[in-house]
Each structure stands twice: as C-alpha cells, then as structure tokens.
C-alpha cells in the first residue's frame, strides 16, 4: 500500500532564510510476515520559497518575528497548510546560531506543524548536510573515489570529506560573502567581522566600520580569502593565518583527495560566467567567487558541478524518509519510546583502528554534535563485525564506553545501531564493563548515516522487537 507524506525543510542560515516542500511517496516493502520496513520509493520537491535575508534584531540577535512572518507567508504562497505536512526540520546554520536567541527562535518555529527536527547546526554537523545535499556524498560513493565539499555562505564555510561516500572529516572556517557589509550603493563599510578583520590586516588593509575601501583593496581581500580556503584542503601550503580563520580544529585527512566540489550562495558566482554589478547584495559575495574562479589553484584541481549550490543544506536537512526495520536484542523499555536521535556513524577506517584510537575517534565524532542543553542524546552507527569472537566484542565494547561515556549526560542511554547481527552479545558487553549503571540500546539490521535521526518506539511482539523510525535525509534531487 503506498502512502504520500509532506515534509518542509526550514533553514535559517548567516545570510538566507530557505523553506522547501516535499512529498516522499512511502511503501510497505516486507513481506507479510516480516516487520514493516516502510522506504521511499519516489519523491519529488513540490515548492521552493524565495531566499530570504535573514533578518535580525542586532549582530547578536535573530528577528524572531520577522523570521516566522516569512515562514507563514511561504507556506500561503505554497499553498500548503500547517496540518498538511507531516514531518521536516527546522534547521539554524553559520554565523546565525551564534546568536544570542537562536534556541529560542528555535522552539518557537518547532510549533509550526509536523515532527519536526530541530537542531542547531554546529560547523561539523552542518559540513555534513550541506555535503549530502551538494551531491558529494553520492558521488564520492559512485565513483569510488575522495571528494571534498566547500559550502561558503554568508559568515562560514563549511567543508567535509567524504571517501566513498563516507565522512571521513570535517571543518569550518570564518570565511563567507558577508563579513563585509556596505552602505547602499557604495563601498562604506557598515559591518565588518573580527576575523576578516584580521585576515586584511595580515596583507596590509585597513578594515573599520564607517571606512570607505577601494575596489582593490576589496578584490585583494578576497583573493586572500580563496587562498585559505585551499590552504584549509591542503591545495597550497597553510600560512600561520589558517589557523586565525578555523572555528574549531583544521582538518586531518592528509591523503589524496580527487575532487572539489563548491556549494552555499557563494558557489554560484563562482560559476556564474556572467555580468553582474560586483555589490549588488551590499557585500563581497559576488568578489568571493569571483576570486575563487581566477584562483592558480583551482586551475590544476578537478571541480565536480553540485547538484545544490544555494539550496544544498536546506534540501539537505529539510526532507527526512521514514522506515521502520530492524530487531532489538539489547533494550531497557521504560525509556522509551525517545525521538529525534542524531546519528554519529562510525566510518569503515574508524571500526579498523585499535582500542585506545577507536575511543578516541568516538569523542572526537560526537564533538561534531556540541552536545549541550537539550541536544544530549547520540546514536553510535557502524557497519560492525560479521560472525564476532569474544574477544572483539570485548574491545569493542570498553572502546564506545570510553568514548561515549564522558561526552553524554549522566542519565543518558548508551545507543548503538548496528548492521550486522551482533547487537545482543554487544550489547551485554557493554553493560558488562559500564562503570556505572546506564541504560543500553542496542540494535541491529539497521543502515543509518551521518545525517540521519532517529525515533525508536515501544516494543512489540512481546517485547521482542521495536519499531525504528529511520528519518534519513533525502538528497540529489
């Protein structure tokens, strides 16, 4: 029996607010006997909204009201009801989740309709999305080969490696179209971040609110803003300023990687071949792609197109399929049912390294998801091991427990979604060698992503099984 679903994604990034509707076209693909697993089998994006300037009150807080008026006024233009969609996310990205109230204009725009997903995207986690929805992922995956995504907004760049379509790292620096902001129709300065601050003073140019800058001294910004972008990926050698411009840790993949691919507003006036006037947005977008475009570096690099430039975290984060799968073997019933875990998947190179990296590797992943306040629960995922000795399981099990232990809330449930059938004997090993008391989640036959969330319910068939409601991005349109 097919059923059809409608789903809005919200992004609310530095520079633009973005809303897409979708309808996924969901089917009961198990046989009559088995456990419902409900895939997508079609889906389609029905609306896009307009971009929206993200409006804000001041340089530290998000215009809540401003921001739901241009919600309500899409889904009017949509022609689509509050009632109508049946799950989505509400996403705030870049420099806008830095702001004072953005938990708060979260909550609020929870309200509107749907299940929703809601999350502040940190750097890491938003690398990922916006990688999934440029396509990178997929065609790192088909091809077989490195690809690393650059996803240049107004206020970041986020960036993400994915090795046959897997993450394998991930980083974000201060670099986007507008750190610099212009009075209308000239080049005085109105707004200006520190760091860009910084990185113009590094090559000899004044930067200050209420200063008027050349043509030159802007372009000459710009081309040092490119430059540490492929200083970042490992393109040119790293000067001291690289590490001015990082949010957080640079990254550490060191071997080859085979493609770049561009997303985020920026990216389209990379491409963009065309005559447009250069501050046509009041900031130094249009320069930044173009200095990216007339770069020496990106002339001896393999640039794949993205599917998504402007759209690619709005269509990455906004659609969500839902499918029920798997068997629990390992569960504690009176805490669920819990919805709207994020996933943290274990790459094939990560479940290759010993105990104390494997451990290590953990904590460091889950740092992805800045763990605070009401964002404390995570699901472990990995492919695991077919056919497990004593002894694997053993490792295994101390390696998550060190590495899950000390970045989770004290009463929070370990979970762990696994592929492979070994999620009992895992199980028991964690709770084997737990320090303390804490409540386990184990299940298995389940392929979930960096990305993805998940809902488990209340067991069925006598405590047997639960349902596992699987909200996978939905990608490459």
Known sequence: MRENIFSVGIDIGTSTTQLVFSKLTIE??????????????????????????TPLLSETRIDGDTVRKIIEMEYKKANISFEKIDTGAVIITGETARKENANEILNTLSGLAGDFVVATAGPDLESIIAGKGAGAGKFSKEKGCTVVNLDIGGGTTNIAIFKNGEVVDTACLDIGGRLIKFEEDQLKVNYASNKIKTLAKD????????????????????RRMADILAESIGVIPATPLLQEMLTGAPLKWEKEIDFISFSGGVADCIFNKGSVPLFRYGDIGILLGKAIAASPWLETSKVIQASETIGA??????????????????????????????????????????????SRRIAEKLDWFRLENDQQLVALAMKGIKNPGFQEIQVLAKAIIEGMDNKLGEKEPLIIIVENDMAKILGQGIQAHLPQKRDVLCIDSIRVDNGDYIDIGKPLANGKVVPVIIKTLVLNY
Not at 203 to 222: A, F, N, T, Y
Not at 329 to 337: D, H, K, M, R
């Open 28 to 53: 009961n693909t198990a046989s009559m006997t088995a456990i419902p697993k409900i895939q997508i089998i079609d889906k389609e994006i029905i609306y896009r909204s307009d971009i929206h300037f």
């Open 203 to 222: 090559i000899g140019i004044d930067v200050q609110v209420d200063k008027r800058l050349s043509v030159d001294e802007v372009e000459g910004i710009c």
């Open 313 to 358: 975290t709005v269509v990455g984060a906004g659609t969500h399929t839902t499918e029920i799968s798997g068997s629990t073997i390992t569960i504690e019933a009176s805490i669920l049912p819990i919805k709207n875990i994020p996933i943290l998947r274990l790459s094939r190179e990560d479940e290759g390294l010993d105990h104390e990296q494997l």
